[in-house]
């Protein structure tokens, strides 16, 4: 107890919520608090803005790479030196780029979205990166919101399984990608037929290429199955020309 409450001077005692400076200290403590919070707030939202606008270059490149191989493949054709010092250097800059995107999903993994994940994903297998090419896949399925999206990652995802020895897991996600439609609101039948015969395709292409071809000559015959349930039209003929290919090849057993 202070001295003057015991000597009996306690009419100059208060206490601290009495206290008009305390209470002014206090206040502005939780302001400056409450101030450097909104700062924080504001400031990582800033950071989260331009790594986004960083990793949406990056993917808008690592989508044209392939695209530049294909047309200096063309215009040097008859160079194959040449051919091979661009291919070099492009698989050197799709690999480094493919690292920083995947650098910054795992930085800010809830501002990436599913087609996002897909991208890296794919530019991260194109340079042989398959383990974070694999997480990329996986986190984009747990996040995906609409069909399509969830197709083509799990896609993506069976092939590379099937490429890296997981096989039973490649096959397990091929499955799940034919039965993506029955979690969705998509009544379009053309659509979804469609999908099922590219699934069941891309299915029977990952089966040849370990030489199962009697697993390949199923989805094949299964892609074919879908294939019929689509209207005429310029796409289905377009689609059964891929089919009609990949059956030759599968008949013959040639990846």
Same mark, same amino acid.
């Given at each position: ?16 919520? =009495? ?17 450097? +919070? ?12 331009? =790594?986004?606008?960083? +990793? ?38 799709? *690999?480094?780029? &493919? ?24 530019? +991260? ?28 990652? =799990? =896609?993506?995802?069976?092939? +590379? ?11 397990? @996600? ?34 040849? &290429?370990?030489? @199962? ?17 689509? &209207? &005429? ?8 020309? @891929?089919?009609? *290919? ?10």
């Amino acid at each position: 107890m202070p001295d003057n409450v015991e000597n009996g001077d306690q009419g100059t005692y208060k206490p601290w919520y =009495r206290e008009a400076s305390t209470i002014i200290s206090i206040v502005a403590f939780v302001f400056s608090l409450g101030t450097s +919070l909104v700062s924080y707030i504001h400031t990582r939202q800033q950071d989260i803005s331009e =790594r986004r606008v960083e +990793l949406r270059g990056l993917i808008q490149r690592l989508d044209k790479i392939p695209l530049d191989n294909i047309e200096y493949g063309k215009k040097y054709s008859g160079d194959p030196a040449i051919i091979g010092m661009i291919n070099g250097t492009l698989n050197q800059e799709n *690999s480094m780029l &493919a690292r920083q995107a995947a650098d910054i999903a795992e930085e800010i993994p809830k501002s990436i979205t599913a087609t996002e994940y897909m991208g890296i994903g794919s530019a +991260l297998a194109n340079s042989n990166i398959y383990d974070r090419a694999l997480k990329m896949y996986q986190i984009g399925v747990t996040i995906s919101n609409n069909a399509d999206d969830e197709v083509s990652l =799990r =896609r993506a995802l069976a092939s +590379l399984l099937f490429a890296t020895g997981s096989v039973e897991k490649g096959r397990q @996600q091929y499955r799940m990608a034919l039965d993506v439609f029955s979690k969705y609101d998509n009544n379009n039948l053309y659509h979804i037929e469609y999908t099922n015969t590219h699934t069941e395709m891309s299915w029977a292409f990952s089966e040849l &290429a370990i030489r @199962q071809c009697n697993y390949a000559s199923t989805h094949i015959v299964d892609s074919r199955r879908h294939l019929s349930q689509m &209207a &005429a039209g310029p796409f289905t003929d377009q689609i059964a020309s @891929q089919v009609a *290919s990949a059956e030759d090849n599968i008949r013959k057993c040639v990846p």
